[in-house]
């Protein structure tokens, strides 16, 4: 993953000098700001929030959202000129400050502080110990993202060694693992919503444990841009982050029914009580920060996690990488 990564920023780097960003004219005189995500998912519900409730607008943004489907993707579409803004794990962001560029992305706002994917087997287990893998077979991630390392983290808290205990099929792209499981491919799956729920109403699987509860706290997703950007439009960056800290406010002040009710729109091809399951599941282990700063601490987690991975070959400065100054105005103001 970090390889990957690297190498398409190498590439793009090259061209980045002549690039503009995305924003420009929008509509009723909003500027148009493009966001790049790493998923269209309902673990992401504040984002979505504010995007329905028209907390962007109120900010003069014009939001355009793009699923990008992959961190690597999303720093592509950063570099190129493609988006404006970048919402992924920040592990990118230092895979790609390491490089040398000038002109590297910066963390400006956190959303999530729990993993967001849940471990499913074949059959019910209300007695589940992380111990049960032991020589058995896991659908997981790619090296070098966050599910896979989140949940490499978590087998190493508990003892377990995650090259020689289990085996781990990484090589099933994401969004494809809760087929190929139902299938019968392996006897778990690690998987974000909504395919967690959507194997168990199937009948092709069970929710044993959550990785958000088990990892505990770690920087799972945040938005960031180039820094370029970022000193051309603090005025753009500043309305994001306040429209993200409205979202952040609703949902810890509503019920999961409520903010279902809200974000609907987006996952039309959710049923609705499916929808407020999902919600209730991440409310219930305080997935969404209730504000958007992201703390040193926070960063020197996600450094230890990459390091335990294999995936970070020096330290990065915190003050290099995060601004707070945003989150921590946004937060003040609403």
């Excluded at 504010?50 to 607008?57: L, P």
């Excluded at 049923?271 to 407020?276: E, I, S, T």
Aim: include cysteine; charged fraction near 20%.
């Amino acid at each position: 993953m970090r390889k990957k990564l690297c190498a398409l920023f190498c590439i793009l780097a090259l061209t980045a000098g002549i690039l503009g960003g995305c924003a420009g004219s929008g509509q009723n005189g909003r500027t148009k700001v493009t966001l790049s995500e790493v998923a269209h998912s309902i673990f992401y519900a504040p984002m979505y929030v504010a995007i329905e409730k028209g907390y962007f607008a109120d900010e003069g943004i014009d939001l355009e959202l793009i699923n990008s489907n992959g961190a690597d993707k999303v720093m592509t579409a950063l570099v190129a000129g493609e988006a404006d803004i970048g919402f992924m794990g920040s592990e990118a962001t230092i895979y790609v400050y390491q490089e040398g560029s000038q002109n590297y992305a910066v963390n400006f706002a956190q959303l999530t502080q729990r993993a967001g994917n849940f471990l499913v087997g074949r059959t019910a287990d209300d007695d589940f110990t992380w111990e049960d893998l032991k020589g058995a077979t896991v659908l997981g991630g790619r090296a070098g993202g966050m599910p896979q390392m989140v949940f490499e983290y978590i087998l190493k808290k508990n003892g377990i060694d995650p090259k020689n205990d289990l085996t781990i099929i990484q090589n099933i792209d994401f969004g494809v693992t809760a087929e190929a499981f139902a299938a019968g491919t392996a006897d778990y799956t690690v998987e974000f919503e909504p395919f967690a729920t959507s194997l168990e109403q199937a009948g092709n699987g069970y929710v044993i444990a959550s990785l958000g509860v088990d990892s505990g706290y770690v920087p799972y997703t945040c938005f960031c841009a180039l820094g370029d950007y970022m000193e051309k439009n603090p005025e753009i960056i500043q309305g994001f982050t306040n429209a993200i800290q409205k979202g952040l406010n609703y949902v810890a002040g509503h019920t999961p029914e409520e903010i279902a009710e809200v974000i609907a729109p987006q996952f039309a091809e959710t049923d609705f009580n499916a929808l407020v399951t999902i919600i209730e599941r991440y409310y219930e282990q305080d997935t969404w920060k209730i504000d958007a700063i992201f703390t040193e601490d926070a960063f020197l987690l996600l450094e230890d996690i990459l390091k335990e991975a294999g995936e970070l070959s020096q330290p990065v400065d915190y003050d290099v990488l995060v601004n707070t100054e945003y989150a921590v105005k946004a937060r003040e103001m609403n």
